[in-house]
């Protein structure tokens, strides 16, 4: 498209700021400038890192890892929300690369890495037409070249509406919630699982639980955001 062009339909159809709702003149981003500025970002994997204290004594892990902090109505979840209910996929594709380049910053080892994002419900990925953790990862695969890990984790229980069950409910509630599809894809690799959010991070235990069970496998988390406490 012409830049004169492109400008030309931003001034009849300007992009709204995904968050404040602004207009965005000229950009082909999805936040304006202001926003950006004030994304709640988590900051340094080596200080004080949030996600690797939720799992602490839950599950062993390589590492673990959000990129944004998320609350009620923050930027973050505005984000989300266009990610899960407005089929804004490039939210998603936006969250993988921001996290892909926070990965020089961890130490890891570089070989038989696979990225294996959380699986939906059949139901859910029926209404939603696709699953909002497999377009992270592949944002962060795009960057990083780690390959994805398709189907060799399958959701066997309906458990997403959890939000009014306490910690021991949701962790009940997530037991033995997934099955491993194709073992031999998986035995001997580092496995970084992807989610969008963590709230009480009973689905990612309930995942690396059920991973940890192969034989030589490593669970690392890599996640768009954690909510806080
Ligand atoms: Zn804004």
Not at 103 to 128: G, T
Request: with cysteine; aromatic share 10%; net charge positive.
């Amino acid at each position: 498209m012409h830049p004169l062009f492109f400008h030309l339909t931003q001034l009849i159809y300007p992009t709204i700021c995904q968050s404040c709702k602004e207009k965005i003149y000229g950009a082909e981003y999805f936040l304006c400038l202001n926003c950006t500025k004030s994304l709640p970002l988590v900051g340094d994997y080596h200080q004080n890192n949030p996600t690797e204290k939720i799992f602490w004594g839950r599950f062993p892990f390589g590492f673990a890892y959000s990129y944004l902090y998320f609350q009620k109505d923050n930027i973050t979840q505005h984000i989300l929300h266009g990610l899960k209910y407005q089929s804004k996929k490039e939210m998603g594709e936006w969250l993988g690369y921001q996290l892909g380049k926070q990965l020089a910053e961890i130490p890891m080892a570089i070989d038989d890495n696979i990225l294996l994002p959380v699986p939906l419900s059949a139901k859910k990925i029926a209404w939603r037409g696709y699953n909002q953790s497999e377009v992270i990862a592949e944002g962060i695969s795009k960057i990083t070249k780690i390959p994805i890990a398709h189907n060799n984790l399958l959701r066997i229980k309906n458990t997403e509406t959890q939000t009014r069950k306490n910690r021991l409910e949701r962790y009940t509630n997530m037991a033995d919630a997934f099955e491993i599809g194709n073992t031999a894809a998986i035995e001997g690799k580092q496995i970084i699982l992807v989610d969008d959010v963590i709230t009480t991070g009973a689905t990612l235990e309930s995942c690396a639980l059920t991973l940890l069970k192969i034989p030589k496998v490593k669970v690392s988390v890599l996640c768009g955001a954690i909510a806080t406490q």
